[in-house]
């Protein structure tokens, strides 16, 4: 009970429900295109059968993840990986890329297409989450089933909300590729391998992070102007 009343959990909870509100609108799209096959009646049971199979399996998933961070090194290669995932979100992604997602008129055949197309698109989703569950402290297990509890049903139920207000406010997409970034800086600095040769003082994490934010947005702004210069000049 001491963890719901520390700071530290609220804004880590925070991260991760704004994790997987941005990284997990493909996640919605993918459960909508498995199930658009089945009988009107069985659709609802579908989404809720095939979500249930995917929160579990990214416990386990995280669960593992969070063992992993204490290896040493694993951390810097984790933030390189956050710091490309932050850029991706900033770049406008292809349309097209859940074409080959191929609905099922079989209840179970739509769960386990759910289950596995979410397992594939989890990475980022599981690295994120257990590089913010991380900065918490204990109990980020926990943490980590607290915050999938409540994103998880947003992104089903309001999917569609939330992609119209991304939309309409971009800003929310650059804040959460930053997030990503700033995730990734914590990461890279706390890595155990670096831990002895760089100042074991809060405020230098924080200028860590606050480097990881800047360079998500200024190479995802940089590849954003970049094309735009190409669709000009072409």
């Given at each position: 009970?001491?963890?719901?009343?520390?700071?530290?959990?609220?804004?880590?909870?925070?991260?991760?429900?704004?994790?997987?509100i941005?990284?997990?609108?493909?996640?919605?799209?993918?459960?909508?295109?498995?199930?658009?096959?089945?009988?009107?009646?069985?659709?609802?049971?579908?989404?809720?059968?095939?979500?249930?199979?995917?929160?579990?399996?990214?416990?386990?998933?995280?669960?593992?993840?969070?063992?992993?961070?204490?290896?040493?090194?694993?951390?810097?290669?984790?933030?390189?990986?956050?710091?490309?995932?932050?850029?991706?979100?900033?770049?406008?992604?292809?349309?097209?890329?859940?074409?080959?997602?191929?609905?099922?008129?079989?209840?179970?055949?739509?769960?386990?297409?759910?289950?596995?197309?979410?397992?594939?698109?989890?990475?980022?989703?599981?690295?994120?989450?257990?590089?913010?569950?991380?900065?918490?402290?204990?109990?980020?297990?926990?943490?980590?089933?607290?915050?999938?509890?409540?994103?998880?049903?947003?992104?089903?139920?309001?999917s569609?909300?939330?992609?119209?207000?991304?939309?309409?406010?971009?800003?929310?997409?650059?804040?959460?590729?930053?997030?990503?970034?700033?995730?990734?800086?914590?990461?890279?600095?706390?890595?155990?391998?670096?831990?002895?040769?760089?100042?074991?003082?809060?405020?230098?994490?924080?200028?860590?992070?606050?480097?990881?934010?800047?360079?998500?947005?200024?190479?995802?702004?940089?590849?954003?102007?970049s094309?735009?210069?190409?669709?000009?000049?072409?």
């Amino acid at each position: 009970m001491e963890a719901l009343a520390s700071p530290a959990f609220w804004i880590a909870v925070g991260q991760i429900i704004l994790i997987d509100i941005l990284l997990g609108g493909d996640n919605a799209v993918v459960i909508a295109l498995a199930c658009r096959g089945l009988p009107p009646a069985q659709r609802k049971m579908g989404i809720i059968y095939g979500t249930a199979g995917a929160i579990v399996l990214r416990v386990i998933l995280i669960a593992f993840a969070l063992a992993l961070l204490a290896v040493p090194y694993l951390k810097l290669v984790g933030a390189v990986l956050l710091i490309w995932i932050g850029v991706k979100l900033l770049v406008p992604h292809d349309e097209d890329e859940h074409a080959n997602i191929s609905p099922s008129d079989k209840l179970w055949g739509a769960v386990k297409t759910v289950i596995v197309a979410d397992l594939v698109m989890s990475v980022d989703n599981v690295l994120a989450i257990a590089g913010a569950a991380e900065s918490a402290g204990s109990h980020q297990l926990g943490l980590v089933i607290f915050g999938l509890l409540v994103s998880i049903p947003i992104i089903v139920a309001g999917s569609q909300i939330v992609l119209k207000l991304m939309d309409r406010f971009p800003i929310i997409i650059t804040l959460g590729g930053m997030l990503l970034g700033w995730i990734a800086g914590q990461m890279a600095y706390t890595d155990p391998a670096a831990k002895p040769f760089l100042p074991d003082q809060k405020v230098w994490e924080y200028a860590a992070a606050a480097a990881g934010a800047l360079l998500v947005l200024a190479i995802g702004k940089g590849i954003q102007y970049s094309r735009r210069g190409g669709s000009a000049a072409a």
